[in-house]
């Protein structure tokens, strides 16, 4: 990564939205022992939301325990299979590497031809996803480095939400 790359990304509100994703995930992590059912999140610079039907004492349990890992070294907590980075990263590979194939045909009978090509290519696309995703996390969506951070107050919004809030 270039001096610039990294100076963009430690960026104040760009450096705690990463921290607080890094944050959210080792929380998912934490929660993933002790619940079953669809879970995510979202963050921000601020602190992130959890999607899932947890009680909030779970909630301050899990991103205390998390924070606590990582600030520990558990570097590898801020991955998540699930992550929106990882989804995103295989849409696009596969979408352009499929519409590359597509791009420059004029006729239905052409793209016809093409179509079995295009699918291979958004499977090569799909695989080459599989290690892109989790190296964006690692090295640009994320920062598992917590700094200073604390986690301030966790808010239940309603059923099945909670608001981490961080600073």
Known sequence: ???NQSMILDLPFILETRRNHALEHATLHMLAHTHRGNMGGHSNPTGFFLF???STPDVWAAATEAL???REGESGLAIHAGCGTNM???ALLAGTLSWSV???AKSTLTKLL???IAVAMAVVGVLLARPLGP???KYITTEANMGNMQIIDI???RKGLHRVITK
Do not use: C, N, S, V
Request: glycine content about 8%.
């Open 1 to 3: 990564m270039t001096y």
């Open 52 to 54: 899932g039907d947890f």
């Open 68 to 70: 606590e890992r990582l």
């Open 88 to 90: 995103a990263t295989t």
């Open 102 to 104: 597509l791009r420059g």
């Open 114 to 116: 093409l179509l079995p």
């Open 135 to 137: 190296w964006l996390q």
């Open 155 to 157: 808010i239940p919004i």
